[in-house]
């Protein structure tokens, strides 16, 4: 394997239990690791795996689009027990080595089909759930009625944070502005820093992104600017500490965590779509109360000092805390069906 | 004379080069050249195209190191291995392509390498511009010091370059071919900045192609052929056949021999044509003209004056602003180049290098240019190689052209090669106008000797000719009758016999001429 | 209109701008020096690139941001200083040297993000550079040595044997060299040092305004800085306006709201203005004669 | 003589391009030994199973080249005129766009006319992408360096970005609809081959790789064997002087620009066609740079470019299987850059040694 995949073979846990471990190949999304986002939230999910699990994973980051093939494939042929693909540029590309490779497992993320193959499972996301309670927690925290939504590259999948977010923060505040800018890159820290600085003149004094590495530069003016940022896909709370009042959860590491443990247990449902909504905590907010694991481990491994790891809990309690129920409240409606979220 | 020769009667030798042997690919420029020259003479260093001039002073310079050979200047064996060197020890060129650079002003070009500093590190003009005055006057060498190169006549340019190494203070100073580009009044003050030079001790190296002006000025003439050194005379004890001779090996006709012309019916009839250059100066005001079959018509004037343009207006490759161009009582005013080729125009460039050849085509290639496109060259699907290389292989020896083949690039030709390779594709085409700027510039007495003979043919074949060339003596002997441009206006058009070459110089610097024989007024 | 007019002849549009054009400014300066030389350096965007990186990096380990821009300033020199050795002194073809400097910058900065973070998107979060609040204003460091940049470049061009000398080469290489003036070293020097300009503009666009480095995040800058340059027909002055122009563009590209043009197509503001303005303009400007052909004595 | 002449200067080129490339897989390989785990030797097996390794690797490795091949001539085509085109990406992605557009819909066509329509279309669209600098360069001098990089930027924003926004389906991934199966390239394994080699399945190498072939062929024939091509390569050389010779500078810059930019545009239309049969925004993926290596390591020449083209193939695809060895892939990025350094600083010992050879003979 390579990179941490490799050490991940030594320090792996290799079974106390004799029988040999069951092996995972990963496919990451061209942007590679380091996303803040879910390249890195799937990559978390099998490092959680192969502590808890035992399994062994290896992992690849495509430079372009055109190695996805060859990448899957590579895995499928040394019978990999699963093979993921993260991103919805892959499913064509999966589904062709899925259908001549077919006594393998292969799992998606965000794909989708319009039948799925007997061998694939896809694992789809609800974010527009997860984006109407940041925009509602945004239309609460503003102070000045003007909230922004910072988009990578409009896009379908985009559009589905965009629309959630606008819809929530209506739901309970009819008349906030949402101000909706696109930074036209996923990778421009730079324009995204312009871009946010933009809003934050036009009023907006509560942010919330779905831009990729461009939503960095968000997190610098929030702080330079000091109004509130809201972050996406994994917990971004601690990039700029205070001034982050939460992240729109997309547990892809829950849901690359959990297919694994199904193929451990026999249990893959091959032709399947696993939606992670709500319900099952497969999106939703970092906590509005207290810390966050991600956030006690970060400043274990001090990633961030222990002022900072003060500083978002101080935030926590005198920003969010008072609007907790409400968001719990609006959840719940979510789940119940009472509050249909829509998805353009 | 004499009082001239007062410094080369003390025999005391300033400059020895011994055994120079200089290897370029495929040539031997120089093979085991001795040099001798006395300290406050007027050299001369003649020699055909290629014989290795240029290249025997680069290596005086320092520009290349020679692969043998021994240089001693003042008694002391010196090694040149850069031009730094040579200047330190006063030692200047005057290069045939001037060494100037055009956005700069006089001054910069001048103080350039050696600049006068003022405060920490700024330039110090004003100083340099002292400086560049006070030689200026010393030797009356007229220069604006703050006009830019770009915008002063080629005669103040080379001023600039002599001041430029008196600045550095040389002693020994080279010419290469300094008299290719200057009118006879600019020769003159040319000879009189060298005896200038002269008076106040300095040495002179002088290139030229004229044996006049060899006869006219130096003290000693040393000859060079292929390479090689084949003596060196006083001058005085030499005619100019003499030199020609020991050049070229043979005796040549420095006269061109021609019957009267017998002109026929107009070939070529011009209409006050004008032309702005894209700056909107006017460069043409107004030239009228015709030519007719068998006759040559000969442009005199001092480059700059309008002459490379009238000529890129006549071949197509400039477009005049107003005016009229009849060929063969056809109107092809401002046709594209390829269309007078059609017409049977053909042209001979005043720049082989930037014109006249692709230098790195092979002759083959080069020799069917501008008549690619036509068969037996061109066949409808691709260009027929065996058509071509055949023609290129009947033309060489027919035009005497110096080269190892058909297939080497024109590069690697001497100058006089290369323009007979450019004659010689023109002439093969049979043109009933032919066009020749500079036909000869930089080009051998031998060269010469075969380009003129070639033009006169032409002429005698009935067609028509317009010779544009700065050589006067070129145009006189050429020449059946003589266009004078001066400022973008024909002054005068008269015939070659009634004039002599100080009326007409007098008439290419302006002054409108007092001739007598109004005859040729009616032109 | 008015109000879309209102909303773009801002004062903050216009520090937007000046943050925009920072990196083309010192970028341009550096593509000035080089190809006053002679020596044509379309490697600016590699050198930014590479820049970028070191900056964070150097900013990164030391926790020390001044430490990231020396790093910086030294990568982008020792970038140029290949293209220099390559181009100059083994006479390769000058734009393909350049480009080969692109494509390394882009292999080498994603492979040192492996080897030393481990990632190839996004590098972990350095220590941006201080802004520096001169009473009216606040802007990071680079803002400044930009603007400063500027006139110094133009001194030295117009005012200082150097810049005379420089100037000649890049015009006429033949007759420098007759006069005694080391061609190829003054072009090495001149390349050296755009380079270093160039690493600036990395560090403007790092760690200046932010504080990470992302994949490929020069995004075709250091060709924006060359037009900026040819656009200000190599003058320090005219490349600061050029620079100027573009950054004003981007910033609003970014901000402005355009009601019936989609904003995809509004982000090719900058590009298409370089286009018209080039096409435009050209008739005047003129390339220092010798600029892209190596020099060789003897040659002619 | 002639003939030796130029087979000595082709065959010193070959040996030069190797040498080049010996060298800097030798820098790469230090580079792999001190930084990271692996060790070169291991390494660069990797590498070489990845890209030749069994059959299926060595069609892969055809199949990354075909690009590679196009926008290389598509360069080099430029070059003989004496004009440096950048745009080869924006051409790329404009002819693919075009042609993933037309490819699904028309419909109901049959699928020899249907893919002639889509190529020849996303030629043209390449081709004009390129003419427009071309023309800015012949009618008013604008140095096409910078316009071919302005519209790369500018094709990336119509096409990848607004482009598939405006007509992807609902839903839908970052790409244009699927084309119609009558505008796909076929690929080897929908042939007679298959059945000859049973080649293994899943490998997508298609018909572009043959076009690219003859592409490359026509080339050559165009620039050496037609006036075109002696009007072109002498405006490459010496634009006044080829206008004296009545050759029509303007005219044969655009040209030149043109057939540059439709061969981009071939590119793009194939990996559309043969590779991912819709446009995506996978395309803009370098490829338009890479051309530019691969036309300096092919010294402009089309058989040249082909190997060059197929070299650089098998080091992207090689360049997988030694990162799947723990190496990071860039360690190739970073060769193929040597490698051009290389080429283009031995041009200078090669002149150095003609000129030896010469004096040789003079003296
Ligand atoms: N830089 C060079 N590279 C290769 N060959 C050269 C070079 N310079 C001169 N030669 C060759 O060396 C020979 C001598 O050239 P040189 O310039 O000395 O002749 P020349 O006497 O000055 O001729 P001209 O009378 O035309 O000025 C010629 O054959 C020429 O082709
Ligand atoms: N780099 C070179 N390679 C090959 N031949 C050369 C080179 N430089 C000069 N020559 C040849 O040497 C010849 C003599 O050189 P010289 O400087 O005297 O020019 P020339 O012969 O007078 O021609 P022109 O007057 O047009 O420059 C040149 O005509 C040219 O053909
Ligand atoms: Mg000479
Ligand atoms: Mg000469």
Known sequence: ?344 | MSSENQYSNSDEIILKMEGITKVFPGVKANDNVNLEVKKGEIHALVGENGAGKSTLMNILYGLYQPEEGEIFYDGNKVSLDGPMSSINLGIGMVHQHFMLVEPLTVTENIMLGSEPITGAFFTDDKNAARKVKDISDRYGLKVDPNATIENIPVGMQQRVEIIKILYRGADLLIFDEPTAVLTPQEIEELFEIFKALKEQGKTIIFITHKLKEVKAISDRITVLRQGKTTGTVETESVSEEDIAKLMVGRSVLLQVEKEKSKPKNVVLNVENLTYKDDRGVDILKGISFDIKEGEILGFAGVEGNGQSELVEILTGLKKSTSGKVTLKNEDVTNASPMQFKEWKVGHIPEDRHKRGLILDYNLAENMVMGYHNKPPFSKPFYMNANAINAHADKLIPEFDVRTPGSHVKARSLSGGNQQKVIIAREFSQKPDLLIASQPTRGVDIGAIEFIHRRIIEQRDAGKAVMVVSAELHEVMSLSDRIAVIYDGQIIDIVDAGSVNEFQLGAMMTGSTPQKEDSDNENE | MIDFLAQIFTLSMFFAGLRMATPLILASMGGILSERAGVINIALEGMILTGAFFAVWGSYTTGNPWFGVLLAIISGMALAAIHAVVSVYFKADQVVSGTAINILATGLTVYLLQILFGVSGTSPRAVRLPQWDIGIVAFNPMVYIALISVPIIWVILYKTPWGLRIRAVGEHPQAADTVGINVNRWRFICVTLSGAFAGLAGVAISIGEGSYFVNGMSSGRGFIALAAMIFGKWNPLGALGASLLFGFTEAIALRATFQHIPSELVRTLPYVITIIVLAGFIGRARPPKAVGKPYNKGER | MKMSNNMKSTLTTLAFALIAIFVALLIGGILIQFTTEASMIEAYIALYNGAFGDLRSVLNTLWRSTPLILTGLAVAFAFKCGLFNIGAEGQLLIGGFVAGVAGYSFTGLPAILHVTICIVLGMLAGGIWGGIPGLLKAKLGVNEVINTIMLNLIALQITVRYGINQLRLEGAADNTPRIAETAELTRFTDTFLNDLFNLPGGVRVHTGFVFALLAALFISYLLFKTKTGYEIRAVGINPSGAEYGGINVSKNIFLAMFISGALAGLAGTVEVLGTHRYFTSGLDAGLGFTGIAVALLGNSNPGGVILAGILFGALTQGGMGMQFAGVPREIVTIIQALVIFFMASLQMFKIFIEKKRAKEVAK
């Not at chain 1, 993260?86 to 999966?94: A, C, N, S, Y």
């Not at chain 1, 002022?307 to 409400?326: C, G, N, Y």
Request: proline share 1%.
């Open chain 1, 1 to 344: 394997g390579c990179g941490a995949g490799s050490d991940a073979d030594d320090n792996g846990a290799v079974e106390e239990n004799g029988e040999d471990p069951i092996r995972v190949g990963l496919v990451l999304s061209t942007g590679g690791l380091g996303d803040q986002s879910f390249n890195d939230a799937a990559f978390r999910g099998l490092e959680q795996a192969e502590e808890e699990l035992g399994i062994e994973f290896d992992y690849y980051e495509p430079e372009d689009s055109a190695e996805d093939e060859t990448a899957l494939r590579h895995y499928a042929e040394q019978d990999f027990d699963l093979v993921i693909g993260v991103g919805f540029q892959m499913q064509d590309t999966l589904k062709e080595v899925a259908e001549d490779m077919d006594h393998i497992n292969f799992a998606i993320v965000d794909g989708g089909y319009d039948e799925i193959p007997e061998n694939v499972a896809t694992l789809n996301f609800a974010q527009h759930e997860g984006s109407f309670l940041a925009g509602a927690l945004a239309a609460l925290v503003t102070e000045v009625d003007t909230i922004g939504f910072m988009g990578g590259v409009e896009g379908a999948l985009i559009g589905q944070f965009e629309a959630g977010f606008v819809q929530g923060a209506k739901h309970v505040n009819p008349d906030v502005d949402v101000d909706i800018r696109y930074v036209g890159d996923f990778g421009d820290i730079d324009r995204g820093r312009e871009t946010a600085r933009g809003q934050v003149e036009r009023g907006a004094d509560v942010i919330y992104h779905a831009a990729g590495g461009s939503g960095m530069g968000l997190f610098e003016v929030a702080e330079d600017e000091e109004i509130y940022a809201i972050g996406v896909d994994s917990n971004q709370n601690m990039v700029a500490p205070g001034y982050v009042i939460a992240s729109m959860l997309k547990r892809v590491d829950t849901a690359v965590y959990g297919i694994t443990e199904a193929v451990l247990n026999g249990e893959f449902q091959g032709g399947t779509n696993y939606v992670f909504d709500l319900a099952d905590d497969g999106v939703g907010l970092t906590s509005l109360t207290d810390l966050d694991i991600e956030e006690q481990d970060a400043a274990d491994a001090e990633v961030i000092t222990q002022d900072e790891l003060e500083a978002i809990e101080e935030m926590k309690q005198s920003v969010t805390a008072e609007h907790a129920d409400k968001i719990e409240e609006l959840k719940q409606q979510i789940i119940s069906g009472e509050i249909v979220v829509d998805m353009e």
